[in-house]
């Protein structure tokens, strides 16, 4: 799959004398994230989040979720307005 994320400039963090330069991105909706990929290999360190609450486990170009707001959109469109006014085939 092809990465469509925007780069939305750097994040720096400072981890005892260690500095790391993390990329934010840009999705088409919903908050920036910062990409945690080479935290471990330049900083030794791993990140906590419990719950998983504000962990993005995966890329997605179809599907947007924001389960403590309530959104589900599937290719931009609300979920239950998709399963009202749709066809399975569809």
């Known amino acids: 799959m092809e990465n469509k994320v925007a780069p939305g400039g750097v994040a720096h963090m400072q981890i005892g004398d260690k500095s790391v330069e993390l990329p934010i991105l840009k999705g088409s909706t919903g908050p ?12 030794d360190v791993f990140t906590y989040d419990p719950g998983f609450t504000s962990t ?28 009202e006014n749709s066809s399975f085939l569809e």
Do not use: F, W
């Open 56 to 83: 993005a486990s995966c890329e997605s170009q179809i599907t947007y979720i924001d389960g403590a707001a309530g959104i589900l959109l599937y290719r931009g469109y609300p979920i239950d307005e998709l399963a």
């Open 32 to 43: 920036d994230v910062v990409d945690i990929r080479k935290l471990y290999a330049e900083a």
